[in-house]
């Protein structure tokens, strides 16, 4: 069976900061590993994804992600956060089955 | 491209009645789609996977005769919460995928259902 920990319900951090919000994972066979933002009352909008090749990924509005096997990590990162980043971000694992397994998500609360 | 909508975005119905929800990809046919239920501030709980023209696969604990899904086409999926009550007041969030070899899956924006 596949789990994702995300280990920081919350955090907060100053505008300009940077941030690093963890992911860890578990499972048996390979997996595609996902970082997903949602801002309020919204569905879901993929930010990045991991399938195979570089284990550094970069996506979108300037967050990034690296793929750890040996430390079954995928924290995702962000050299300088902005106000409108601020938003509930989830982490997700799918193996060859069609099924996402999320995480509980993390709360980023970006302050001026 | 990959949008998928969702509709309606909210709705407020009384204890006892049906409501429907549609979720279509309006850029891509989706062979498989996704009904997810969301709580306040947690994460997403898969309900069940539709593949178009099949029935659809429930997880376990979600009761398919009170959340009928209905895949008839490539590009609409329906959700159907039948004789809705308080406790069913939830984010119903859908998502679909297209093709063989896409593990990315593209999120609806959400449906806020309220049952009085």
């Known amino acids: 069976a596949q789990s994702v920990t995300q280990l920081d319900s919350q955090v907060p951090v100053f505008e300009e900061a940077p941030v690093e919000l963890r992911c860890n994972y578990s499972s048996s066979v390979s997996v595609y590993l996902f970082w997903y933002v949602q801002y309020p009352n919204q569905g879901l909008q993929l930010l990045l994804k991991?399938?195979?090749?570089?284990?550094l990924v970069k996506g979108i509005n300037g967050f990034e992600a690296e793929f750890n096997k040996s430390q079954t990590s995928f924290h995702l990162r962000k050299p300088s956060v902005h106000i409108s980043d601020t938003a509930e971000y989830f982490c997700a694992v799918s193996s060859n089955t069609d099924k996402l397994i999320f995480g509980t998500g993390t709360r980023l609360q970006v302050f001026p | 491209g990959a949008v998928v909508s969702q509709h309606p975005s909210r709705v407020i119905c009384k204890s006892g009645t049906s409501v429907k929800i549609e979720c279509r990809s309006l850029d891509f046919q989706a062979t498989t789609m996704f009904w997810y239920r969301q709580f306040p501030k947690q994460s997403l709980m898969l309900m069940a996977t539709s593949n178009e023209g099949s029935k659809a696969t429930y997880e376990q604990g979600v009761e398919k005769d009170k959340f009928l899904i209905n895949h008839a086409s490539l590009t609409l999926s329906t959700l159907t919460v039948t004789s809705a009550h308080p406790e069913d007041s939830s984010f119903y969030i859908c998502?679909?995928?297209?093709?063989?070899?896409?593990?990315?899956?593209?999120f609806g924006p959400g449906t806020r259902l309220t049952v009085t």
């Open positions: 991991y399938l195979s090749g570089s284990t």
């Open positions: 998502s679909a995928k297209g093709g063989q070899g896409l593990y990315e899956q593209y």
